[in-house]
């Protein structure tokens, strides 16, 4: 099983990245998906979370900036995250459940910087 994040990189305050997730050894369409991040001496923490019955929470942070979405289809979940914050910039993760299983994808570094 591997989850492959991409999409990050460096965008100004106000700027809109978007990320992306694929999973690729088994399908998660009916599983927990998530998104995490993790700033430079800080624990990691969800940011965006789907159940497998398609409910999205959103940690305070974030709510109204980002969105979370899936495409069953092609395995992969997206973080569209829309006026950035030098707050934002951290290590993003993906993260997938399935059967008791964790999968952690490699991490993508979103930078938010003038």
């Known amino acids: 099983v591997q989850l492959q994040a991409s999409g990050g990189g460096l965008v100004q305050p106000g700027g809109s990245l978007r990320l992306s997730c694929a999973a690729s050894g088994r399908r998660f369409s009916g599983n927990f998906m998530g998104w995490y991040r993790q700033a430079p001496g800080q624990q990691r923490e969800l940011v965006a979370g789907?159940?497998?019955?398609?409910?999205?929470t959103y940690a305070d942070s974030v709510k109204g900036r980002f969105t979370m979405s899936r495409d069953i289809y092609k395995n992969t979940v997206y973080l569209q995250m829309n006026s950035l914050k030098p707050e934002d910039t951290a290590v993003y993760y993906c993260k997938a459940v399935k059967g008791g299983a964790v999968y952690w994808g490699q991490g993508t570094l979103v930078t938010v910087s003038s």
């Open positions: 789907a159940t497998g019955g398609g409910s999205i």
